[in-house]
């Protein structure tokens, strides 16, 4: 069975009700059971999570024009 215009839309992706995930792949449309990663934490991925949660919060302090000086520097 094919899946056609997911959720009334052309393209539909993301998790619906934390239970059903919708999403595209070569160009088809999916629909299967949403499942949570079983494996354990890890302390480098516990380290990983604390760098990137730093640098969000980083990110957020920054002014607009703070933010679009490092955009800029970034695109060259």
């Known amino acids: 069975m094919k899946l056609k215009g997911p959720l009334f839309s052309q393209q539909a992706q993301k998790t619906l009700g934390g239970m059903l995930e919708y999403s595209k792949r070569k160009g088809k449309n999916l629909l299967r059971f949403h499942q949570q990663p079983s494996g354990p934490v890890s302390s480098d991925q516990t380290v990983e999570r604390a ?26």
Do not use: H
């Open 51 to 76: 760098y990137y949660l730093e640098a969000v919060t980083a990110w957020n302090t920054l002014t607009p024009a703070e933010k679009k000086l490092w955009n800029d520097f970034n695109k060259t």
